[in-house]
T-cell receptor, first 111, second 117 residues
């Protein structure tokens, strides 16, 4: 069964203090690894899809990287508006669209 | 472009009652997904429609849950009869279909928070 483990569960950063969130995964062949952002009371908002080890994607202060066993979401010089829960999810190859999510990392950026 | 909408935003019902959740996907999105998040747990897949057909319903908990997608447009998820463990946030998502299959970018609705007392 596919598994996704995210760490830490919660992270508190000062504004401008860069850090990384981790997503470890086990999947029977990876079709795609996804990062989402979720604000309180809202649905997940798509950020990135990574398909193969070594791939990197960037969006503003966020950069996602992928290895064969884990993915990192690097946050450079975060701002308070980056505060949210960040979710990682994987989709296996050869199957349907059954995406497995992790429980997320709750990020708080303090001014 | 209007996003995915869900109705109601909240529902509080008693055990044994019936509840129907509705999802309107983004126009033109053939793929529609239902997910559920139970408190403290991860978001879990329930099922996937391609147009009006169920592509994968392996995540449906039991036969008290019935999902339909009339004419390949909006979808409903009915829980009958509801049990305490059905409480949680139900999310709907939709995506396009490309030449390579369903687009990986799924757009989520705001969710319906269901509380069963």
């Amino acid at each position: 069964e596919d598994q996704v483990t995210q760490s830490p569960e919660a992270l508190r950063l000062q504004e401008g203090e860069s850090s990384s969130l981790n997503c470890s995964y086990t999947v029977s062949g990876l079709r795609g690894l996804f990062w989402y952002r979720q604000d309180p009371g809202k649905g997940p908002e798509f950020l990135f899809t990574l398909y193969s080890a070594g791939e990197e994607k960037e969006k503003e202060r966020l950069k996602a990287t992928l290895t064969k066993k884990e993915s990192f979401l690097h946050i450079t010089a975060p701002k308070p508006e980056d505060s949210a829960t960040y979710l990682c999810a994987v989709q296996p190859s050869g199957g349907y669209q059954k995406v497995t999510f992790g429980t997320g990392t709750k990020l708080q950026v303090i001014p | 472009e209007a996003g995915v909408t869900q109705f109601p935003s909240h529902s509080v019902i008693e055990k044994g009652q019936t509840v129907t959740l509705r999802c309107d996907p983004i126009s033109g999105h053939d793929n529609l997904y239902w997910y559920r998040r139970v408190m403290g747990k991860e978001i879990k897949f329930l099922l996937h429609f391609v147009k009006e057909s169920k592509q994968d319903e392996s995540g449906m908990p039991n036969n008290r849950f019935l999902a339909e997608r009339t004419g390949g447009t909006y979808s409903t998820l009915k829980v009958q009869p509801a049990e305490l463990e059905d409480s949680g946030v139900y999310f709907c998502a939709s995506s396009r279909t490309t030449d390579r299959g369903p687009n990986n970018e799924q757009f989520f609705g705001p969710g319906t928070r269901l509380t069963v007392l």
